[in-house]
Nanobody, 121 residues
Framework: QVHLAESGGGSVQAGESLRLSCVHSGPTDGRYCMGWFRQAPGKERDWVAQIGQYTQPSYADPVKGRFTISLDYAESTLYLQMNSLKPEDTAIYYC???????????????WGQGAQVTVSS
């Protein structure tokens, strides 16, 4: 059974950076992608980015050019480097996995516990 454990959330000022990490444990399968979603208060959970062994990184429009997703296969760890953060990036960020591509909540088979990111203006 897959288990995803996140770390790295926090509170920053607008324009600053944060990096989220997500350690994957359990069976692996090259058909599966990993990705990040986020959910702001009172809003739906939205897709942020995805990556896979045979899938190039892709990003939601609001984060393109500011966020970078990467995957360290040796450490089984997914990262999300977030630069030039904006107040509208404030949300709980969730690590997730599912069969590629993962572009929406219905594609996900396992979730991390979530990490709060708060960006102040």
């Amino acid at each position: 059974q897959v288990h995803l454990a996140e770390s790295g959330g926090g509170s920053v000022q607008a324009g600053e950076s944060l990096r989220l990490s997500c350690v994957h444990s359990g069976p692996t399968d090259g058909r599966y992608c990993m990705g990040w979603f986020r959910q702001a208060p009172g809003k739906e959970r939205d897709w942020v980015a995805q990556i896979g062994q045979y899938t190039q990184p892709s990003y939601a429009d609001p984060v393109k050019g500011r966020f970078t997703i990467s995957l360290d296969y040796a450490e089984s760890t997914l990262y999300l480097q977030m630069n030039s953060l904006k107040p509208e990036d404030t949300a709980i960020y969730y690590c997730a996995t599912g069969i590629c591509p993962i572009l929406g909540v219905p594609d996900i088979v396992a979730w991390g516990q979530g990490a709060q990111v708060t960006v102040s203006s």
